[in-house]
Structure formats: structure tokens, C-alpha cells
């Protein structure tokens, strides 16, 4: 499944967020089931609308919703892109997610230390961004040598480094600039040939606002809240406010009294469940298209092929694919089932190229 990566400077609530999501999910009566594989890893599961029309359609009861991983990255320290140990983790663990949460601490409390002395979100926000365009650049650098060194004959070859060489270096102004690399507009074959190196400003990012209780009902009255909002605008990011605190507290609550005590704070529904629910910012940011499969939903990030769809189901099902039987949502539910929309000429018989477009149901035939 795609990963989120929690990340943020330290005492902002990152751990109180993430045990929230926890004890939400051992509760089970949350609309966001969550089960732990790991202390910091837990896989949440995204309630979907569209699952229980297709479980209508099929009679069947059990649908399946998609699921994304959520890992409670600690560690980070100022200077992390030119240090050892704890620093290296922590980036590489970033490395290996499809997106990023950072919590930005936006609530006031002099009892817990704030590890630069005050409330400052822009600052929080830039400290970690510094040192993930650090780790950035100096990729960049070293690849940018290599291909400069590059002494290959193949043209093809040859036109895919020049697109590589152009990527990166549109990507190294804007670094030094202090721009991320998902803000740069590149052309489809610059952004293909750059896929390779997975940087790190590249990867989507929420900004989760972290508030007080009391700043729920009206977030903007909070200026911190309104400094996360201009910097994740600023830097081409999503956001979303929560306060942790009292996420913790509803997890700890019977599903009847989370509504009263929402309703008590003003607010309709929690943080977490704007988070979350379906196809709220955590999947939206991704970058990624849902597809379906009978009554079991899936995401993969947008532009993989139906062999790679099909892999993410089972790596049997990308080795031995053959094709995909699909149709779009909104034609299968028309149709009303795969056989209707086959006999309307909704049904496409899709091969190995075909890029798997949200919203896709989709049956795979594939050799054993
Ligand atoms: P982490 O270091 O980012 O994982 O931060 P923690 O989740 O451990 O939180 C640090 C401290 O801040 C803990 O004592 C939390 O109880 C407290 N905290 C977290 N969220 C809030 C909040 O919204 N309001 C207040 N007042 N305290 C909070």
C-alpha cells in the first residue's frame, strides 16, 4: 500500500497524533480502522462511499477498503542532511514514503518545551524543508557529475540524459532558491527521466495543524494556523487542522459520545476523520488514482500501467498479465454489473501500456 510519512520538529504532537490513530483503531468502532504492524507503523483503511454501492450491485457484503500505511518517522534534527546516524535515518526513512504529514505545533503551552523557544510555525516548516533541499541538492550535484562524465554512444540513451540534465538542473535553481522540487514545472519527459532519483521535495506534503481545543470551532482565528496556511499555499501543499489532544481524547470515547463532544467543541467532525475519509487530503495529496476490483478498493500513485495495478494486488497477477477487463465507475454502475457493461460495449479489453485511470474497475486475466 502507499506510505505517509508523520514527520515534525520534536514536542509538536507528532506521537499524540499518531497513538490517537492507534486507540482509534483498537476501539474498532472508529470510521477508520487502523491496526499496528509495527510501533511506528500502522496501516489505516479509508472508508469509501463507492465500495458500498458496488457491494449493492454484487450482493456481496464484504468489500475491502484501500489501506495506506502510516509511519511515525522521528529524529529530525536541524542539520540532519549533513550528519550521521539519527540524521541519515531519518531521511532515508522519509526516502522511502510516497508522502509526507508533518505536524506543525500551533498550540500554546508553557509547560512543553518548544525546541526553538517559541510558537513558529514558518520557521518549523522551513527547518525541515532546508534539510530535506540539502539532501536534495547534494544528490543532485553527484548525479549531475556523473552524467556530465557520461561517454555513452546510444542516442536513445543520450536523449534521455540530456532530459535527465535539464530536469535537474530547472530543479537546482529553484532548490537554491529554497523551492521544492514538486513546485518546479517540468515536462513530461524531464519528470520521467528525474523519477529515478526520488527526491525528497518532490514527495506531496499536508501540513496538519496542530491546535489547541478551543481554536477547533474557528481555526483562523489562531494567526499560527493562518502562517501554516500561507506556507503550505506557498509551497504547493496541502493542510489540514486538527488537534491531537483531542483526537487522543475521542479515541477514548464510545462512538455515541464523540459526536456530543465534537458538537460541544463547535466542530462537526474530528481532525482525523477529515484526514482521512475518502478522498480527503491524505489521499488526494498522494497524487494517486483508486481502482476496484469486485468489491475491494485499491490505490496505486497515478500514471502506473494495469500489470502494475495488478501487482500491487499480487505479484502473480503483474508476471503472468495478460490484460484488463475495465470499465470506468460510472459505467459500470449504469450497467449495473461486468456482463451488462460488457453486452452495452462499456467493457475495454485493456493491455500491458494502458495507464489504470481513477475510478477504474477493473478484472484481470493473467496466466498462472
Ligand atoms: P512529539 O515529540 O512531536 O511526538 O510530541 P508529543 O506527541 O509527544 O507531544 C509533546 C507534548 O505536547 C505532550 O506532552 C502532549 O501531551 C502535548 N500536546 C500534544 N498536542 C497538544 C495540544 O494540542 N495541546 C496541548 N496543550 N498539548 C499538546
Known sequence: SLRAGIVGLPNVGKSTLFNAIVE????????????????????????DPRLQVLSKLSKSQQTVPTSIELVDIAGLVKGASKGEGLGNQFLSNIREVDSILQVVRCFEDDDIVHVNGKVDPRSDIDVINLELIFSDLEQIEKRLDKLKKSKTKDTQVKVKEQAEKTGLEKIQEALMDGRPARSVDLADHEKEAIQHLCLLTMKPVIYVANVTESDLAEPDSNPHVKEVAKAASDLQSG????????????????????VEYLKSLG???????????????????????????????????SGMTAPQAAGVI????QKGFIRAETVSYDDFVAAGSLGAAREKGLLRLEGKDYVVQEGDVMLFRFNV
Not at 24 to 47: E, H, L, R, Y
Not at 241 to 256: K, R
Not at 314 to 317: A, N, R, T, V
Open 24 to 47: 482509534n483503531g483498537k476501539a474498532q468502532a472508529a470510521n477508520f480502522p487502523f491496526c499496528t504492524i509495527s510501533p511506528n507503523v500502522g496501516v489505516v483503511a479509508i472508508p
Open 314 to 317: 499480487h505479484s502473480d497477477f
Open 267 to 301: 466542530v462537526a467532525e474530528s481532525g482525523l476523520g477529515n484526514l482521512v475519509q475518502f478522498p480527503r487530503p491524505l489521499t488526494q495529496t498522494f497524487n494517486c488514482v483508486y481502482f476496484y476490483q469486485e468489491t475491494k478498493a485499491w490505490t496505486i500513485l
Open 239 to 258: 493542510m489540514v487542522t486538527i488537534s491531537a489532544q483531542v483526537e487522543a481524547e475521542l479515541a477514548e470515547l464510545p462512538l455515541e459520545e464523540r
